[in-house]
């Protein structure tokens, strides 16, 4: 008695196999089901995790012929290392170097005004800094900022950088940071009264931050118009951070001040 396959297609209409293509981290392929393209971030057991250019996530089954590769079939599976693929950037969105070591501290120093903010610039440029050799300080405020500065002594060496809240022509804030003069010694702000408003609104799942009237204490009305608990605000705040994941979560006026900090202490 004859054997026969018991799949009957004609050869002629079998699909071809698909190459098989490593999902590494920066590979760009598109999920036709969806049309949803972006690069490979995260590729552990039977998922892959894309990011678009417009910074959003999705996550597809590791399938025999699942994504397209310049416009080919390709089948993804996962790189020959061990362990899930590592994101290829930092949280702020600088180039990751994998196994990179911390560099000894500079002498130079970053000074931000409050914890919130030092945990904030830690979570979102750590790595950066880390690499860099450059430590965050934090100040319990800038009216000592004149002597504070002239006690560190900022030189060629040590050069220092300072981000200030609510830096706006005119404001007590503004006059201070005038009357540091020195060289090797750049203060910058932003423009917001607390750096919890330079987490974007819709990171959060809100509309907008509310207006607090003046004189009321910023974060206890914050907290009382969006309905969170008031009587912890640094419990809030540990929420509020949570969500931040990386650069794209934060506006950009604060951004830009903390990127020129950097440079300031780093570059010679």
Not at 18 to 26: C, F, I, R, T
Request: hydrophobic letters at 40%; glycine letters at 10%; proline letters at 9%.
């Amino acid at each position: 008695m004859r054997q026969y396959s018991a799949d009957l297609t004609p050869p002629w209409k079998k699909p071809k196999p698909a190459p098989e293509v490593a999902a590494e981290p920066g590979l760009v392929v598109e999920e036709p089901g969806t049309g949803f393209c972006g690069a490979v971030i995260r590729c552990e057991a039977g998922t892959v995790t894309l990011e678009d250019r417009f910074g959003k996530h999705r996550v597809f089954p590791l399938e025999p012929r699942g994504f397209l590769l310049e416009g080919q079939v390709v089948t993804l599976v996962r790189p020959a290392s061990a362990g899930p693929v590592r994101p290829s950037r930092t949280a702020s969105g600088s180039v990751a170097v994998p196994g990179a070591r911390a560099r000894v501290a500079r002498a130079g120093r970053i000074y931000v005004e409050g914890r919130h903010d030092a945990e904030l610039v830690e979570k979102v440029w750590g790595d950066d800094l880390r690499v860099e050799g450059v430590v965050v300080e934090y100040l319990e405020g800038v009216d000592d900022l004149p002597s504070i500065v002239a006690e560190f002594a900022p030189g060629p060496d040590a050069r220092l950088g300072v981000l200030v809240d609510h830096l706006l022509p005119g404001t007590k804030e503004w006059r201070i940071a005038q009357s540091v003069t020195s060289d090797h010694a750049l203060v910058v702000g932003h423009p917001y009264i607390d750096i919890w408003e330079a987490v974007k609104p819709s990171s959060l799942g809100i509309e907008a931050w509310p207006r607090v009237p003046h004189g009321q204490d910023w974060k206890t009305g914050v907290c009382r118009a969006l309905g969170w608990p008031s009587e912890n605000t640094g419990a809030v705040w540990q929420a509020i951070l949570a969500k931040v994941t990386s650069y794209r979560d934060l506006e950009p006026e604060l951004l830009g001040c903390v990127e020129r900090l950097i440079d300031h202490v780093t570059v010679p």
